[in-house]
């Protein structure tokens, strides 16, 4: 209740406020938004007008079919799509309800489909993208990515909230909760597992996951406990203060910003965080950096560096001061069509700064401490650490000029957005032109949710409040059995027999850290090691001799663990 209190109050902040707005961010938003839920719907199953083909509920990522082929549908992105649909919903927009219950029942569905992943009991819920007919994709991929479960579990969290809150909680107990419940139980088992990062690249931890995965498991808590759900309460309660401990350590205290993955050798300065921040916005958590708020010390700093990695780089920057928005892409490193800047990551930038102005205003003081300094001095160079309340002049340089920075970052896409309201994936870094997939779902999505935010519309808490961290922090494998792999291999003088998979215990595919069979029962060689209970994973074995490395041909092997006991392997070498 607070925090709606909170929120209504902050709404009459945004709108008195208003004649501080940019005039082109203000234009931009009156003609893009309604552009933007037009173009969003029409790529969503089965009667949008981009999406033949896609069963009800279902969000293809964008219609595009060759160059990229992005015609299928990401959870991750249909998640942020739905989350900002239900967000609507709740702000009155009640014609969307028959899409969302289609999403409610596609995805109960889709949880069921036997996948490369594994099956809904095996893993498979990590599966990042199907075809839009709802069937498996079976090629190649990147996978698994552990943020899909979280991100859709919360979009449907929202939207079971609400039903709740307006007297349906039959349909919620009988229809919504059963899927959340199964992402939230993957969640809480695989949260301490590596996995591919959100650009589906990266195959390590990566703050984006864990922080979203953290909020789930947190509002699912408490919905569980609403519904008298005491043993899934119980377990998402426990593991939610462990993802939380873990989220700490992405932050860089000597380079003062989150490195956004453990894994893949970049600055890690990359949009993961700002989403994230963006994603988990708790208006009643203030500017909590433990849960990472938008206006937080970390939060800013973080932002700022990963801002300024691209003032160089992209030549539609050229000439803009320190104090002045640029475009942005994911990650300074990105070569993906030529590493462009994104529509989504620019809008992301906007939005977790608009955020961080609904709380200053909601607080009356601006705080300033020495790592966020750096964000704060290209608004104020003479500012010093500090708290600055409303009725001071600091306050209003500094609320004026982030504000001005905030809508910059609109400009920045208005200028770069087609006549037509269209926007792609991705903009060009010396042009500026639309490139990669045409009219991505999750462009307009990040559209609607910055215009949002600017408004100071009604945020709903999820529970970030007075959270903290502990100072050590608990891992959790989970249940493990025991396999032991055999493989048949004849080899040569010098030459030995490793192995290395999909899972943390085989290492991850590192073929530096493979682990060693055991030739005394040659020409068999083993190894026995404690892998996840209910896991599906690939490997494969590899011959290194004197440093070089050969690998079993493809595809890759496939193993499935029991939920208790041991197993065992008797391959030959391919
Ligand atoms: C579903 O879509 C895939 C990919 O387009 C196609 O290969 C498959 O035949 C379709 N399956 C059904 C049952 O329609
Ligand atoms: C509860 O919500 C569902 C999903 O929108 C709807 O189909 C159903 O009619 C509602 N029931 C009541 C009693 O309002
Ligand atoms: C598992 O959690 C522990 C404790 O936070 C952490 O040190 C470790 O890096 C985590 N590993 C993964 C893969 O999440």
Redesign the pocket.
Known sequence: MRSFVVTLTLAIYAAVAGAQQSSVADAYFANQVPISKANLLANIGPDGSRAQGAKAGVVIASPSTSDPDYLYTWIRDASLVYKSLVERLIRGETDL??K??QYVDSQAYLQTVSNPSGTISSGGLGEPKFNINLTAFTGSWGRPQRDGPALRATALTQYSNW?IK???Q??VSQ?VWPVIKLDLDYTAQYWNYTGFDLWEEVSSSSFFTTAVQHRALVEGAALATNLGETASATSYSTQAPNVLCFQQSYWNPSAGYVTSNTGGGRSGKDVNSAIASAHNFDPSAGCDATTFQPCSDKALASLKVYIDSFRSIYPINNGKAANQAVATGRYAEDVYYGGQPWYLATAAVAEQLYDAIIVWKAEKAITVTATSLDFFRPFSSSVVAGTYASDSTTYTTLLNGVQAFADGFIEVIAQYTPADGSLAEQYRRDTGVPTSATHLTWSYASILTAFAARNGEYQESWGAKGLSATASCDSNTGPTVSVTFNVMAETVLGENIFLTGSVEPLKNWSPDNALALNPSNYPTWSVTVSVPANTQFSYKYIRKNNGQVTWESDPDRSYTSGASGTGSTSDVWR
């Open positions: 309800r028959t969302i219950d039903l307006n007297g349906n039959s349909y229809k």
